[in-house]
Protein backbone atom coordinates (compact mmCIF):
# COMPACT_ATOMS: atom_id res chain seq x y z
CA UNK A 1 0.00 0.00 0.00
CA UNK A 2 1.25 3.79 -1.04
CA UNK A 3 2.64 4.96 2.32
CA UNK A 4 0.36 8.59 1.80
CA UNK A 5 -2.18 6.32 2.11
CA UNK A 6 -1.28 4.42 4.87
CA UNK A 7 -0.27 8.31 6.56
CA UNK A 8 -3.29 9.27 6.07
CA UNK A 9 -5.00 6.18 8.30
CA UNK A 10 -2.38 6.76 10.95
CA UNK A 11 -3.15 10.57 11.22
CA UNK A 12 -7.15 9.26 11.53
CA UNK A 13 -6.37 7.02 14.25
CA UNK A 14 -3.64 9.70 15.73
CA UNK A 15 -6.14 12.71 16.23
CA UNK A 16 -9.19 10.48 17.20
CA UNK A 17 -7.30 9.44 20.00
CA UNK A 18 -6.38 12.69 21.08
CA UNK A 19 -9.79 14.13 20.66
CA UNK A 20 -10.84 11.33 23.04
CA UNK A 21 -8.71 12.72 25.85
CA UNK A 22 -9.12 16.56 24.83
CA UNK A 23 -10.78 18.90 22.59
CA UNK A 24 -8.55 19.72 19.59
CA UNK A 25 -9.16 23.27 18.71
CA UNK A 26 -7.03 24.43 14.95
CA UNK A 27 -7.21 27.92 13.22
CA UNK A 28 -5.87 28.08 9.65
CA UNK A 29 -4.73 31.08 7.47
CA UNK A 30 -6.14 31.50 4.56
CA UNK A 31 -5.04 30.84 1.34
CA UNK A 32 -5.32 33.54 -1.94
CA UNK A 33 -7.47 30.23 -3.62
CA UNK A 34 -8.36 27.95 -0.38
CA UNK A 35 -10.69 25.52 -3.22
CA UNK A 36 -8.31 24.31 -5.11
CA UNK A 37 -4.45 23.06 -5.49
CA UNK A 38 -1.68 25.28 -6.16
CA UNK A 39 -0.21 25.76 -9.27
CA UNK A 40 2.71 23.85 -8.77
CA UNK A 41 -0.03 21.10 -7.21
CA UNK A 42 0.57 21.75 -3.43
CA UNK A 43 -2.34 21.82 -1.61
CA UNK A 44 -3.92 24.88 -0.07
CA UNK A 45 -3.28 24.92 3.44
CA UNK A 46 -6.70 24.26 4.31
CA UNK A 47 -6.79 20.80 2.74
CA UNK A 48 -3.25 20.10 4.52
CA UNK A 49 -4.50 21.24 8.26
CA UNK A 50 -8.04 18.92 7.09
CA UNK A 51 -5.59 15.82 6.26
CA UNK A 52 -3.04 16.28 9.25
CA UNK A 53 -5.93 17.02 12.16
CA UNK A 54 -8.81 14.90 10.44
CA UNK A 55 -12.18 15.09 9.34
CA UNK A 56 -13.88 15.32 12.61
CA UNK A 57 -11.52 18.42 13.99
CA UNK A 58 -13.35 21.86 14.19
CA UNK A 59 -11.06 24.14 12.28
CA UNK A 60 -11.74 27.82 12.04
CA UNK A 61 -10.95 29.85 8.51
CA UNK A 62 -8.86 33.71 9.05
CA UNK A 63 -8.33 35.94 6.62
CA UNK A 64 -4.48 37.20 7.73
CA UNK A 65 -1.54 34.76 9.53
CA UNK A 66 -1.57 37.30 12.19
CA UNK A 67 -5.61 37.09 13.48
CA UNK A 68 -4.53 32.79 13.11
CA UNK A 69 -1.71 33.49 15.36
CA UNK A 70 -3.90 35.69 17.71
CA UNK A 71 -6.60 33.36 17.78
CA UNK A 72 -4.79 30.38 18.24
CA UNK A 73 -3.37 32.41 21.63
CA UNK A 74 -6.32 32.89 22.96
CA UNK A 75 -8.12 29.78 22.54
CA UNK A 76 -5.08 27.82 23.58
CA UNK A 77 -5.21 26.19 20.27
CA UNK A 78 -2.43 25.30 17.42
CA UNK A 79 -2.26 27.47 14.44
CA UNK A 80 -1.21 26.48 10.95
CA UNK A 81 0.26 29.40 9.58
CA UNK A 82 1.88 29.64 5.96
CA UNK A 83 5.55 29.67 5.40
CA UNK A 84 5.55 31.91 2.08
CA UNK A 85 3.99 35.04 5.06
CA UNK A 86 6.59 34.19 8.09
CA UNK A 87 7.09 38.32 8.01
CA UNK A 88 3.61 38.61 8.74
CA UNK A 89 3.43 36.67 11.89
CA UNK A 90 7.22 35.99 12.78
CA UNK A 91 7.36 38.66 15.18
CA UNK A 92 3.98 37.86 17.18
CA UNK A 93 5.70 34.35 18.24
CA UNK A 94 8.51 36.33 19.21
CA UNK A 95 6.65 38.00 22.22
CA UNK A 96 5.04 34.77 23.54
CA UNK A 97 6.82 32.70 25.53
CA UNK A 98 5.03 29.22 25.63
CA UNK A 99 3.49 30.32 21.68
CA UNK A 100 6.45 28.33 19.22
CA UNK A 101 6.62 26.64 16.14
CA UNK A 102 6.55 22.91 16.82
CA UNK A 103 5.55 21.22 13.74
CA UNK A 104 5.49 21.30 9.52
CA UNK A 105 3.43 20.62 6.73
CA UNK A 106 3.02 18.79 4.93
CA UNK A 107 4.83 15.87 6.87
CA UNK A 108 5.38 13.82 3.97
CA UNK A 109 6.58 14.61 0.38
CA UNK A 110 7.53 12.82 -2.84
CA UNK A 111 11.43 13.00 -3.12
CA UNK A 112 12.92 15.38 -5.23
CA UNK A 113 14.69 14.48 -8.39
CA UNK A 114 18.46 14.44 -9.10
CA UNK A 115 20.13 16.75 -6.31
CA UNK A 116 17.64 19.02 -6.06
CA UNK A 117 17.22 19.89 -1.79
CA UNK A 118 14.05 19.20 -0.54
CA UNK A 119 11.06 21.68 -0.60
CA UNK A 120 10.82 23.99 1.98
CA UNK A 121 7.86 23.81 4.66
CA UNK A 122 4.48 24.62 3.02
CA UNK A 123 2.95 25.54 6.47
CA UNK A 124 4.30 26.19 10.28
CA UNK A 125 2.25 24.56 12.60
CA UNK A 126 2.86 26.88 16.00
CA UNK A 127 0.94 26.82 19.60
CA UNK A 128 2.29 25.61 23.16
CA UNK A 129 2.99 22.59 22.74
CA UNK A 130 6.26 20.98 24.28
CA UNK A 131 9.23 19.27 21.63
CA UNK A 132 10.86 16.56 22.38
CA UNK A 133 14.09 15.78 19.39
CA UNK A 134 13.03 12.96 16.97
CA UNK A 135 16.39 12.71 15.57
CA UNK A 136 16.14 14.50 12.56
CA UNK A 137 14.66 17.95 13.46
CA UNK A 138 15.22 21.47 12.16
CA UNK A 139 15.29 24.75 14.61
CA UNK A 140 13.64 27.92 13.33
CA UNK A 141 15.68 31.02 13.52
CA UNK A 142 14.64 35.03 12.50
CA UNK A 143 18.13 36.73 11.60
CA UNK A 144 18.17 40.22 10.74
CA UNK A 145 19.12 40.81 7.61
CA UNK A 146 19.06 39.73 3.82
CA UNK A 147 20.04 35.77 2.82
CA UNK A 148 23.39 35.67 2.31
CA UNK A 149 24.65 37.76 5.33
CA UNK A 150 22.15 35.71 7.93
CA UNK A 151 23.85 32.14 6.23
CA UNK A 152 26.95 33.72 6.54
CA UNK A 153 26.15 34.65 10.50
CA UNK A 154 25.00 31.11 10.88
CA UNK A 155 27.97 29.49 9.33
CA UNK A 156 30.87 31.43 11.66
CA UNK A 157 28.64 30.02 14.08
CA UNK A 158 29.66 26.29 12.71
CA UNK A 159 25.35 25.44 11.73
CA UNK A 160 24.60 23.60 8.90
CA UNK A 161 21.89 26.08 6.92
CA UNK A 162 18.98 23.48 5.70
CA UNK A 163 16.73 26.43 3.73
CA UNK A 164 16.13 29.82 4.20
CA UNK A 165 12.40 31.64 3.63
CA UNK A 166 12.58 35.83 3.16
CA UNK A 167 10.82 37.79 6.39
CA UNK A 168 10.77 41.04 5.25
CA UNK A 169 14.14 42.75 6.66
CA UNK A 170 14.67 39.63 8.32
CA UNK A 171 15.88 36.01 7.30
CA UNK A 172 14.35 32.74 8.23
CA UNK A 173 16.66 30.28 9.23
CA UNK A 174 16.28 26.32 8.96
CA UNK A 175 19.38 25.04 11.01
CA UNK A 176 20.00 21.27 11.13
CA UNK A 177 19.22 20.24 14.42
CA UNK A 178 18.20 21.28 17.56
CA UNK A 179 20.82 22.49 19.76
CA UNK A 180 19.65 25.69 19.74
CA UNK A 181 16.24 25.14 20.79
CA UNK A 182 15.56 26.04 24.54
CA UNK A 183 11.85 24.75 25.12
CA UNK A 184 11.91 27.18 28.11
CA UNK A 185 11.76 30.82 26.83
CA UNK A 186 13.03 30.12 23.56
CA UNK A 187 16.31 32.03 23.90
CA UNK A 188 19.40 31.17 22.27
CA UNK A 189 22.19 29.38 24.47
CA UNK A 190 24.05 31.72 26.01
CA UNK A 191 27.64 30.64 24.25
CA UNK A 192 26.04 31.81 20.85
CA UNK A 193 27.74 34.67 19.33
CA UNK A 194 24.91 35.52 17.68
CA UNK A 195 22.86 35.63 20.46
CA UNK A 196 23.87 40.06 20.59
CA UNK A 197 22.38 40.12 16.97
CA UNK A 198 19.01 40.12 17.96
CA UNK A 199 18.87 36.65 16.86
CA UNK A 200 15.50 34.74 17.65
CA UNK A 201 14.10 31.21 17.71
CA UNK A 202 10.67 30.65 16.75
CA UNK A 203 10.76 26.85 17.71
CA UNK A 204 11.60 23.93 16.14
CA UNK A 205 9.83 20.78 14.26
CA UNK A 206 10.70 17.45 12.88
CA UNK A 207 11.56 16.86 9.42
CA UNK A 208 9.34 15.76 6.70
CA UNK A 209 9.20 12.08 5.60
CA UNK A 210 10.61 11.40 1.87
CA UNK A 211 8.29 8.51 0.40
CA UNK A 212 9.03 6.59 -2.46
Request: hydrophobic share 45%; charged share 20%; aromatic share 6%.
Amino acid sequence: MPLPVLWRIWRELIIANIRAQSPIAVHVACDADETANTADGRKTLWDLARAHYGFETIMTRHDTAVETAQAALRDNAVAVLPADGIGDWAGRITTESNFRVFGILPQIEQPTKGNAKPHPPQAYLAGDVVLQPSGEDTTLLRVPGHENAAITAAQLEGHTVLYTRPAGSWTLLGIAGMDLFQDTDLALPADQKWAEMDVTCLGAHANALTWK
